[in-house]
C-alpha cells in the first residue's frame, strides 16, 4: 500500500544480480589464472590482468559476505575434475 514491498522487491533483485555478478567474476578470474598458466612467456600485461580478476571477485565477495547472501549454485571448477 505505501511501497514497503517495493523495497524488499528492489532488494531481492539486487541481491539475485550480486549473485550472478560473482560467478561470471569468478568464471572470468579462473579463466585468466588459466590463461596465465597455459602461456610460456608471461608478461606484465597477462598478469596485470589476472590480478585485476582477482581483485574485482574479492571485491564482489566481501560486499556479498557484507549482505550476508548465500550462493545455491555449484562453481564449474567444482565439479569439472
Known amino acids: 500500500m505505501f511501497g ?3 523495497r524488499k522487491d528492489f532488494k ?3 541481491d539475485e544480480e550480486l549473485l ?3 560467478n561470471l567474476l569468478k568464471r572470468d578470474w579462473n579463466q585468466a589464472q588459466q590463461t596465465q598458466m597455459a602461456v610460456a612467456d608471461v608478461d606484465d600485461q597477462i598478469i596485470a590482468q589476472t590480478e585485476l580478476a582477482k581483485q574485482k571477485y574479492e571485491f564482489m565477495y566481501r560486499q ?3 549482505r550476508n547472501l548465500k ?3 555449484i562453481q564449474s571448477n ?3 575434475h
Open 64 to 66: 556479498i559476505r557484507k
Open 4 to 6: 514497503f514491498n517495493k
Open 78 to 80: 567444482v565439479y569439472d
Open 71 to 73: 550462493n545455491n549454485w
Open 12 to 14: 531481492q533483485i539486487y
Open 20 to 22: 550472478k555478478s560473482i
